[in-house]
């Protein structure tokens, strides 16, 4: 198990201790009727393997970029352990990841995991060039020879299509698609067992999207790293994905294999998802 | 040896958004198949034929009974019940599902579609495309097309690249729907000799045929489905 989550939940605001018990699906709401707290996250627990690939789907405001946060912890959770199997204590025993220190984290997001954000702004630094944005990340995961991390940094913005004469370009002088594909070669210079994907192709038009796609996909395949994606677009995640979770109000309300949600869903509101496609 | 052993199989499907009326799938289906077996499943249209199939392959989920499939140790998994995790390792390497269209991406070309299956197994990328071509070759598929999308292919054709897809890696257990529904009776009978050989090789297979001759000369057993009430 790579990635192991249990009963995990984020509370906005000060909590109370209905706010978990009194929402979620089953109240068709995400705010708390005593204490007006929004939960973004219920309760959710999730684990995956080396080199599979889950999807979470569910509408807007049902917590599926913030369970992603979560992971990453740009936010921090208000309860519940996250456990990867790379990172553990002195002795050995896995550790919570709610629980590391900032040196500990810093390694779990420079080494372990890495986030592909739906707006590259997000992902990159814009007064660092294309190249040295790539290298930040290198460096960071440990690599600290000059040639090394250059070779590195050509070497996947030749693999996402970037031409290599432009490394020293600035990102803001590439297209959106452009970008979208440097903030992946940073994502993936530090070798990372964790991809975390967050609308990736959300805004690009369809031929740059695919090419991401299948670009996310092959590189998945080559490499083994496993992947959690983001999306509301039902094709995004049936190109990608093996499993997939659908949230509701902060809650997961259904989980199966891809071809099994798509084809046989069980939830009232996987139903209408899935009958809502084009 | 057992392969797979299904009992007291059943399916419905319950419509939410249509207010939750119940659709009978089928009923209480029972059958066991052996190594190197092929079995047909029989029956008028409507029956539950591919939603049987659906459900061994658990794109369908179970509403009751048992698939329990035995890998070759000896070891059974009840396939109902079996966590995503281990339904996609089996998926990877025990079971293969046979579909009656071709579904793939219009970006991949013939030969890569099939040639692919071999390289996920482990074979060398130039011997899996000759090994690809041969097939589609047997299967006549024109030369001038391999590398061409099967999207943009007849509807034969595209059939026929879905079973070489299918065939080229074979897994222990095939589920084959309608894997000869538009073909002519040479293709017909091109594919059943594959399925043939298959068999020898020990692969046990369910399928579907509309074309009774056909199911007749592949079929060890055949199990009928009756019209859902």
């Known amino acids: 198990m790579i990635l192991d989550i249990k009963n995990l939940s984020k509370i906005f605001g000060k909590s109370c201790s209905s706010c978990l018990s009194d929402t979620g699906a089953l109240y068709n709401s995400s705010i708390c ?29 049902s917590g599926k970029s913030t369970l992603l946060q979560l992971i990453y912890q740009d936010v921090e959770a208000s309860l519940g352990e996250v456990f990867i199997s790379q990172f553990k204590d002195k002795s050995g025993k896995k550790k919570n990841i709610l629980d590391a220190s900032l040196t500990e984290l810093a390694t779990l ?47 996947f913005l030749d693999k996402t299509e970037i031409p290599v004469e432009r490394i020293d370009d600035y990102p803001e002088y590439f297209s959106g698609g452009q970008q979208q594909r440097i903030q992946i070669s ?45 999306s509301h677009d039902l094709g995004v995640i049936k190109h990608l994905t093996d499993i997939t979770v659908v949230m509701k109000n902060g ?11 798509l084809e046989d869903p069980q939830h009232p509101y996987t139903q209408l998802l899935v009958s809502s496609i084009l | 040896m057992i392969r797979l052993e299904v009992k007291n199989l059943r399916k419905t499907f319950r419509v939410h958004t ?74 990877k390497n025990e079971i293969g599902y046979v579909s009656q269209f071709l579904h793939m991406l219009p970006r991949i070309s013939a030969v890569d579609v099939v040639s692919e ?43 026929r690249v879905n079973i070489a897809k299918g065939i080229i890696a074979p897994k222990p257990l095939l589920l084959l729907d309608e894997p000869t529904a538009s073909l002519d009776k040479t293709n017909t009978m091109k594919v059943i000799r594959k399925l043939q050989e298959l068999k020898k090789e020990g692969v046990s297979m369910i399928g579907i045929f509309h074309d009774l001759e056909a199911m007749d000369m592949i079929s060890d057993r055949t199990y009928k489905l009756s019209r859902v009430l």
Request: aromatic share 8%; with cysteine; proline share 2%.
């Open chain 1, 33 to 61: 009727p005593k204490c007006k707290s929004v939960v973004g996250v219920n309760n959710v627990n999730l684990c995956l393997k080396q080199g599979e690939v889950l999807g979470i789907v569910g509408e807007s405001g």
């Open chain 1, 251 to 261: 809650q997961i309300v259904e989980n199966g294999l891809t071809d099994q949600i």
């Open chain 1, 186 to 230: 940073k994502a993936l210079s530090s070798n990372p067992k964790i991809l975390l994907l967050d609308e990736p192709t959300t805004g690009l038009d369809l031929s740059v999207q695919a090419k991401i796609l299948d670009l996310i996909k092959e590189l998945q395949h080559e490499i083994g790293f496993a992947m959690v994606v983001v």
């Open chain 2, 117 to 159: 299956q071999l390289i996920f197994k482990g074979e060398s990328e130039n011997s899996s495309r000759a090994k690809a071509k041969e097939l589609l070759d047997y299967l006549s598929i024109r030369e001038e097309l391999f590398d061409l999308s099967p999207l943009t292919f007849s509807g034969g054709e595209q059939q």
């Open chain 2, 18 to 91: 249509q207010g939750g009326i119940e659709v009978n799938g089928f009923n209480d289906i029972n059958f066991e198949l052996k190594k190197g077996e092929f079995l047909s499943l029989f029956g008028p249209s409507g029956a539950g034929k591919s939603s049987v199939l659906k459900t061994l392959f658990r794109t369908y989920t179970t509403s009751s009974g048992s698939i329990i499939y035995y890998k070759n140790s000896g070891e059974g998994i009840n396939l109902s019940t079996a966590n995503e995790s281990d339904i996609l390792s089996l998926r």
């Open chain 1, 109 to 155: 997001r420079n080494e372990i995991m890495s986030m592909i954000y739906q707006n590259p702004r997000l992902g990159l630094n814009y007064q660092f060039s294309a190249g040295g944005n790539i290298a930040e990340k290198i460096m960071c995961s440990g690599i600290k020879k000059y040639q090394d991390i250059r070779d590195r940094a050509l070497y």
